[in-house]
């Protein structure tokens, strides 16, 4: 294609899909969608109705930038600054880990379970390790009778999480606290859900993860000792103090861990109806557990 040809929106994205192919991207055109979009501040439908307009070199600067960073294997949601969750925008940064849907499902367990109480007041969440706020955020968003407080060991986590849940006005129902786990929860205060996306990535499981990710995620929010299990371990081991009776705690974790997250939450004792949910790739993905007596 010769240069003399006018850079048009649907010439970039050809030339930047099979750019992104060439660095290994296996999303590459979506990609491409995605920065443009970005880098012309419009709408992904957008780009197919004005497919012959040529993009200004300001513009055209912007884009190529970003297609650079993206090539050097830094995440598109990073460079966008937002990921889509639960069909809400949220902003990110790399400060915290880059939302997936199989956290989606522990949002609907929680939210579930907080339904089948509707017509109770006081009812009140805490989320350890809140990241962006995605959980508690979309919680708080769809469960409106509720109130939270979400902690993170991360005050720039924090940041991005009250920046979520102003955007999607639910910064009046939710408390932020910094602090390692129930370190930041006020003493004697119970709730009657307590929930989770803690780290519980093994270092053995490195080799086989996305080369990306540990280049550009936060290790403290990905690893965890005794194999990925250690922080589900303190959170089961003490989360039993914080909830009221009859209180349900529910944790992801990897599919190669599940096994022995119920059963760590069974050799305790402070826990009955425990339960593994799946995510829809039918892996065991998340535990349920209601507070015995």
């Known amino acids: 294609m010769s240069t003399a040809e006018p850079w048009t929106i ?12 060439s660095k290994g991207s296996d999303e590459a055109r979506l990609e491409a969608q995605l920065l443009l979009c970005h880098a012309l501040d419009c709408q992904k439908i957008q780009l197919y109705t004005r497919f012959e307009e040529t993009v200004d070199d300001d513009k055209r600067s912007k884009f190529r930038e970003l297609v650079k960073q993206r090539a050097a294997g830094i995440p598109v949601a ?4 937002t990921r889509e969750f639960y069909s809400m925008e949220f902003a990110i940064t790399s400060d915290v880990l880059i939302p997936r849907p199989e956290t989606e499902h522990l949002v609907i367990e929680t939210l579930d379970r907080l339904k089948a109480r509707s017509g109770e007041e006081g009812l009140r969440f805490l989320e350890l390790g809140t990241g962006s706020g995605i959980i508690a955020v979309t919680v708080a968003k769809h469960a409106k009778q509720v109130t939270g407080l979400a902690t993170d060991i991360s005050k720039k986590a924090l940041e991005v999480a009250r920046g979520n849940a102003e955007k999607h006005g639910v910064a009046e129902r939710i408390e932020f606290a910094s602090g390692d786990l129930f370190d930041a929860v006020p ?4 709730f009657d859900i307590i929930v989770s996306n803690p780290p519980y990535v093994a270092d053995s499981e490195k080799s086989m993860m996305d080369p990306q990710v540990i280049a550009h995620e936060p290790h403290v929010a990905l690893f965890a000792d005794e194999e990925g299990t250690a922080v589900l371990r303190r959170i089961l081991e003490q989360a039993v103090d ?3 009776p009859g209180g349900w705690v529910l944790l992801e974790f990897s599919p190669m861990i599940a096994s022995r997250v119920a059963k760590i939450a069974e050799q305790l004792g402070h826990y009955q109806q425990i339960s593994i949910g799946k995510d829809l790739a039918k892996h065991d993905r998340y535990l349920v557990a209601q507070k015995a007596g």
Request: aromatic residues 18%.
């Open 10 to 21: 649907g010439r970039l994205l050809n030339w930047t899909t099979e750019y992104l192919e």
């Open 242 to 244: 914080y909830l009221k």
């Open 187 to 190: 003493v004697g205060e119970k």
């Open 78 to 81: 990073y460079l966008l600054g």
